[in-house]
């Protein structure tokens, strides 16, 4: 099957679900801190993603592997970040995250998702999201150079494929808080202006060039899902799609990343 025609199939269920990049055993450089920490971000979406996703019913054995596969990958590189810390104050930003985690951690597992526990799983992955962010900004501060900057945006892209999906399982359990109604678009004007930004980047490789292709492809398919309406006809249908093309981009914004940092 060609690469094309298997994006195309990225509505069907498949083994990309579970998705999750092996970390390395310890941070190497700060760039590769960069890299890390936005996963966090990502993963703080990520998790709550799959939380709703098991509270709708919605590929529940695929979903609770992603929800087991996050944790423990949240786990271990907010272990490696804090032993890599550059500053003492970063440091401190990773402490604080550490205390956060338990709390949002607690949450996630011990008893099955309901949409009780569901509305502060959104509070607390926003809260958990806006705590990674700084850590990240601030190391791509410390960095100062061209490649902490692209490795930060394109990971920060991989979180917004999760926070969009997110948003959307949230109104489809009917647990979206009212202030929050206007964030998945947003978020989605956001993550368009990334991709160009990325596509503008320059010194993009053939193979980046290449990736970033796919993640246009992908994203139409991502794109087309997020915007069925809870109203639509097939709303199981809509919210599996959802469950599907956000993982498959996720996967591909995740290569992306990668590619950057192995570029500095």
Do not use: C
Not at 164 to 186: R, T
């Amino acid at each position: 099957m060609k690469r094309r025609t298997f994006l195309t199939a990225g509505l069907i269920l498949s083994s990309h679900l579970a998705w999750m990049p092996i970390a390395r055993a310890q941070v190497s450089n700060v760039v590769d801190a960069i890299n890390k920490s936005g996963r966090q971000r990502m993963l703080s979406q990520r998790l709550a993603k799959s939380y709703l996703q098991i509270g709708l019913g919605i590929d529940v054995d695929h979903s609770r592997k992603i929800l087991d596969a996050s944790l423990a990958a949240f786990d271990r590189q907010l272990v490696e970040l804090r032993a890599f810390a550059p500053t003492a104050e970063i440091k401190t930003e990773f402490t604080e995250i550490e205390k956060t985690w338990l709390a949002y951690k607690q949450l996630l597992v011990g008893k099955l998702p309901n949409k009780t526990d569901g509305k502060t799983v959104l509070a607390m992955s926003e809260e958990l999201l806006k705590m990674s962010d700084t850590a990240t900004n601030k190391l791509e501060k410390y960095a100062g150079n061209p490649a902490g900057q692209l490795v930060n945006l394109s990971g920060r892209q991989r979180m917004l494929s999760q926070r969009m999906a997110k948003f959307y399982q949230a109104a489809q359990w009917d647990i979206m808080p009212p202030e929050s109604n206007g964030k998945l678009e947003a978020t989605r004007k956001e993550f368009i202006a990334g991709l160009s930004t990325l596509n503008a980047a320059p010194g993009n490789s053939a193979k980046i060039k290449e990736e970033l292709a796919m993640a246009q492809q992908q994203w139409v398919f991502f794109e087309s899902a997020i915007k069925q309406t809870e109203e639509s006809k097939g709303r199981r249908t809509a919210a599996m799609n959802v469950a599907t093309t956000s993982e498959r981009l996720l996967e591909i914004m995740d290569k992306i990343t990668g590619l950057y940092q192995q570029a500095q």
